[in-house]
């Protein structure tokens, strides 16, 4: 009620002071959902909006703090030992052996234990299908299924924000994720990059200003799941991308001329052709899962052919045959760190791959694609680091610590933001009680932008879901 009061006085405060509302936006600058007045119709638009969707996130409440005689791994440089850091206002203000804490700073001792970035997953389902699951519940939302080419769908519209692994991939030290829809489809839509918060919707989780990804699929999913309709061959596939190009580029081109002299009706719009000229225009990251190499080197020669560039390939349990070659054309590789095996074309995985596509000066990222996986990453970089120094590949702790941090966040265009633990950059950042790389470890806390929103020593910093416990710990959602 007080809160309610409050907004009413505020209101008041500003009619009192002869403040106006802005002007209505112009029908060519009006956005979907605008109406002008009160009742009134929308106004046709006369150019797709480009953030429809807008982030409403807001960092929670922080307190400055500072971490004292730990080991700080960057993924910046090498592991600083004995080190400190200082987060204050959201930001990593100072890292090194020794930081000046502020009077009215929190401080840890973190002797014998790690701080390192937030984890970053670059390939997750979770929020948008799948627990809880069970006979009967329909929460698998990541696949459309209705068509090859689905490039209309957005993956943050299956997002639901009360999936009870949100929370326990926070645990495990992740702060951003990539939501992905699935690989039944040719290209499957757009992803969706989140931050791990509490927040009762997606919007109030996006990763402000992040880029959105496309999904695209290769290989024997598409031919399975489109049988009967096709593509039922590779070669099918190909034509499929190549047909989509072609349309969008069209599509492209149009409102591209458009949009430069704004003379006659705009042109018709076509979500999924919105979304693949965008991708054209290089304003959305392609993400293609694909497990052959042969396969991948058709997928760069295509993305030639249009223009388009491929950010990483994913899961690529043959990335391994064409390392030189991802490393030469700047893509990355988000990759598992022992599956295989499990249907054809991933008969030649080896558990080596991780190690030989850094070795060859690729990107590579140790992804999940797995609710599980993804709240131990930090025992897959480790598992990926011991078959690389098992195959005569050495590794060290200070190179696997960037397959889940900084590389991820280049994979998802956010390298300057997140990632590592420079300073000016944002305060995700997590204390582990010993060796990340250990399997006895865990995080003991975990920071959002400089908040700590995970404190294993306090129930009342362990963020739960409604569906889970029928209460929110407190704090504000966003």
């Not at 509302?21 to 009134?40: C, K, Y």
């Not at 799941?225 to 969008?248: C, F, L």
């Not at 994913?314 to 991802?326: F, M, N, Q, S």
Request: hydrophobic share 40%; proline share 6%; charged share 20%.
């Amino acid at each position: 009620m007080r809160q309610l009061l409050l907004g009413a006085c505020a209101a008041l405060t500003l009619a009192c002071a002869g403040r106006t509302p802005p002007p209505a936006p112009s029908p060519s600058t009006r956005t979907a959902g605008d109406t002008g007045q009160r009742g009134s119709v929308a106004t046709t638009l006369s150019a797709p909006n480009a953030d429809p969707f807008p982030s409403t996130y807001v960092p929670f409440p922080s307190r400055p703090t500072v971490i004292r005689n730990a080991t700080i791994m960057t993924a910046a440089g090498p592991a600083i030992r004995t080190g400190s850091i200082l987060l204050r206002d959201g930001k990593i203000v100072e890292v090194g052996a020794i930081v000046n804490a502020p009077a009215d700073a929190i401080v840890i001792d973190g002797s014998g234990k790690y701080v390192t970035p937030g984890l970053i997953d670059t390939h997750s389902h979770i929020g948008a299908g799948g627990a809880p699951g069970g006979q009967g519940v329909l929460l698998n939302d990541v696949n459309e299924a209705t068509a090859p080419v689905t490039a209309h769908v957005w993956i943050e519209h299956s997002i639901w924000p009360q999936d009870p692994h949100l929370p326990r991939v926070l645990e495990g030290g992740v702060t951003t994720i990539q939501v992905l829809p699935g690989s039944a489809n040719l290209i499957g839509g757009r992803s969706a990059v989140i931050k791990l918060v509490p927040s009762r919707t997606v919007q109030g989780m996006k990763f402000p200003g992040a880029k959105y990804g496309l999904k695209m699929a290769c290989g024997e999913n598409p031919k399975r799941v489109y049988q009967s309709r096709g593509p039922s061959t590779r070669m099918g596939n190909v034509a499929g991308y190549r047909a989509a190009w072609i349309g969008a580029e069209r599509y492209r081109r149009t409102w591209d001329n458009w949009l430069a002299n704004r003379r006659g009706d705009a042109p018709s719009r076509e979500l999924g052709n919105e979304t693949l000229a965008e991708v054209l225009r290089g304003n959305i990251l392609v993400h293609n899962h694909c497990y052959r190499a042969d396969e991948m080197a058709q997928m760069i020669d295509i993305a030639k052919e249009f223009g388009y560039r491929i950010r990483s390939f994913h899961h690529g349990v043959e990335a391994y045959k064409i390392a030189d070659i991802l490393a030469r054309e700047g893509i990355a590789a988000s990759l598992w760190a022992d599956w295989g095996a499990f249907k054809v074309e991933a008969l030649d995985a080896v558990k080596a791959n991780i190690a030989l596509v850094d070795r060859a000066g690729a990107r590579a990222i140790v992804h999940s694609d797995d609710a599980s996986g993804s709240q131990r990453l930090n025992q897959e970089a480790a598992k990926a680091m011991a078959a690389g120094n098992q195959a005569g590949i050495p590794v060290t702790e200070d190179q696997a610590i960037k397959w889940i941090t900084i590389n991820a966040a280049w994979a998802l265009g956010l390298e300057d933001r997140v990632g590592s633990l420079e300073q000016g950059k944002n305060a995700d950042v997590v204390l582990w009680s010993g060796n990340p790389f250990s399997v006895y470890s865990r995080p003991e806390k975990v920071w959002v932008d400089g908040a700590m929103l995970f404190d294993r020593l306090e129930p009342n910093q362990q963020w739960r879901t409604d569906f889970e416990l029928g209460y929110v710990p407190r704090r504000e959602l966003r």
